[in-house]
């Protein structure tokens, strides 16, 4: 497996969750990354993105509430969730920033209650 993320939970809304990403050292170091969302009867979207050097973009959804990081040491990205609101609820997904993308896995799903 490339890419597994964890992390994911039944939160209630305003909540917080930390979701993790795991990598192989190669994708790591080579490959800007990202977290993405699907939500059930929607597109997988982009949420936040990480650069090789550490810059980060987030969706306007995202901002001000998550923050994306990554640890060289552990070959892992993250996904600090704040203030988590109900359309937050979705599976999450690690992955490249851009195509070609690696297998998705089956991601980790986020469920915000209200």
């Known amino acids: 497996v490339q890419l597994q993320a964890s992390g994911g939970g039944l939160v209630q809304a305003g909540g917080s969750l930390r979701l993790s990403c795991v990598t192989s050292?190669?994708?790591?170091?080579?490959?800007?990354l990202a977290w993405y969302r699907q939500a059930p009867g929607n597109q997988r979207e982009q949420v936040a993105t990480?650069?090789?050097?550490?810059?980060?973009d987030y969706a306007a959804s995202a901002k001000g509430r998550f923050a994306i990081s990554r640890d060289n040491t552990k070959n892992a990205v993250y996904l600090q969730m704040n203030s988590l609101k109900t359309e937050d609820t979705a599976v999450y997904y690690c992955?490249?920033?851009?195509?070609?993308?690696?297998?998705w896995g089956r991601g980790t799903q986020v469920t915000v209650s209200s």
């Open positions: 990480i650069s090789t050097f550490g810059r980060t």
């Open positions: 050292g190669v994708i790591f170091r080579t490959n800007a």
């Open positions: 992955n490249r920033l851009e195509p070609p993308y690696l297998n």
